[in-house]
């Protein structure tokens, strides 16, 4: 069987860290542009719902968007019905290095799928998707204290 999962792991590793060289410039380090990019997407998500929707545990999901707070691309705000509940937004500052982001993320995609046609594209995000949601029943079962068997 292909090392399928291997190349994905080397693509992601490679855009990751051409990522967090390029955000330096922007004062984002260490994968906080993807929770940044998901908050402007998704005004006013929960952390549970970003952590979960980037695939990381909820410690990993605090820390991160404890620092975008501190460093003044997002903030929290109270939900309007539970108190309890704390809503993300983007600042000023976060919209504004949203374009940014959004280029690279779509220079990346562009250098990534140099070559391939319309067709190919279209198939390769399809099984893609397929790969992730056979993964994500792992990784829900693992995330609630399972253990796989191999």
Request: aromatic share 8%.
């Amino acid at each position: 069987m292909r090392e399928i999962l291997r190349e994905i792991g080397m693509i992601a590793r490679a855009l990751d860290s051409i990522s967090n060289m390029e955000f330096k410039e922007i004062d984002l380090t260490k994968g906080q542009y993807l929770y940044l990019v998901r908050i402007y997407e998704n005004p006013g998500i929960i952390q549970d719902k970003l952590a979960e929707m980037i695939k990381v545990d909820r410690t990993t999901a605090a820390r991160a968007i404890q620092k975008l707070e501190m460093q003044g691309f997002i903030e929290k705000k109270d939900d309007e019905t539970n108190k309890k509940i704390k809503r993300l937004f983007t600042t000023e500052k976060g919209k504004q290095a949203y374009p940014f982001l959004k280029r690279e993320g779509d220079h990346s995609n562009s250098v990534a799928l140099a070559g391939f046609s319309e067709e190919e594209t279209e198939i390769l995000f399809h099984l893609l998707q397929r790969v992730r949601k056979n993964v994500e029943v792992d990784w829900e079962f693992v995330k609630k204290g399972n253990k796989r068997e191999y």
